[in-house]
């Protein structure tokens, strides 16, 4: 079935340092493809999306370009502050024949802190 | 626009003791709805969701169970609650049609004493 993969965390980067947080997926078809952060004590928020190959969704900063030919959708901002500390999610999700959406399907989350 | 609400954001519970938790989403109609529950420093867990009025699937067979009594509510229960059960509880809904992903709630975070 399908599948998201992230990179293990923790994650500790120093203010300014340069953010990768590699998500590979593995689906049949085209899936639309997210990445979702959660800030401590709070719900997940969507950060960015994707749905097609080489789109490239953007948000805060943060970037990621839909990758068909490596399954991809790495995660990356070019200098991180420390209000970025949180964990991200990496989530795909499929159209069902008929049209309706598929649940989400997520990847186990990478905690990223950011140290001033 | 749309908006999710869920209730309460933090409970304290007895282990035994039994549990609801509301979710209502406004601004839009048959929306998906899911229910979520994270560990502590872990993962999200499915544990319910529903594409309509009285239509709930399982993903984990466990003493919680959800109930969907109309279009934009969604509510999760345990008759008894177990230590196991403590955790963050979060509720989301989706469009059943398109490619917006998933909008969540704020989460409530429960504790099983």
């Known amino acids: 079935g399908d599948s998201v993969t992230q990179m293990e965390g923790p994650v500790t980067l120093s203010e300014e340092a340069f953010l990768t947080i590699n998500c590979t997926y593995t689906?049949?078809?085209?899936?639309?493809l997210f990445w979702y952060v959660q800030y401590p004590g709070e719900g997940l928020q969507l950060l960015l999306k994707?749905?097609?190959?080489?789109d490239k969704g953007s948000n805060k900063g943060f970037e990621a370009t839909y990758r068909k030919e490596t399954t991809s959708f790495h995660l990356e901002k070019g200098s991180v502050q420390v209000s970025d500390s949180a964990v991200y999610f990496c989530?795909?999700?499929?159209?069902?024949?008929?049209?309706?959406?598929?649940?989400?399907?997520f990847g186990k989350g990478t905690k990223l802190s950011v140290k001033p | 626009s749309q908006t999710i609400h869920q209730w309460p954001a933090t409970l304290v519970q007895p282990v035994g003791s039994p549990l609801s938790l509301e979710c209502t989403v406004e601004?839009?109609?048959?929306?998906?709805l899911y229910w979520y529950r994270q560990a502590a420093g872990r993962g999200l867990q499915l544990l319910f969701y529903?594409?309509?009025?009285?239509?709930i699937s399982s993903e984990v067979p466990q003493n919680l169970s959800a109930s969907r009594p109309q279009d934009r509510q969604f509510i999760l229960s345990s008759k008894k609650l177990l230590l196991s059960d403590s955790g963050f509880y979060l509720c989301?809904?989706?469009?059943?049609?398109?490619?917006?992903?998933?909008?969540f709630g704020s989460g409530t975070r429960l504790t099983v004493v």
């Open positions: 989301a809904w989706q469009r059943d049609r398109g490619n917006y992903g998933y909008t």
């Open positions: 689906a049949t078809g085209y899936p639309s």
């Open positions: 994707a749905t097609k190959a080489d």
């Open positions: 989530a795909l999700n499929q159209i069902n024949y008929g049209g309706s959406q598929g649940n989400l399907i």
């Open positions: 601004g839009t109609s048959n929306p998906n």
């Open positions: 529903s594409v309509g009025i009285g239509q």
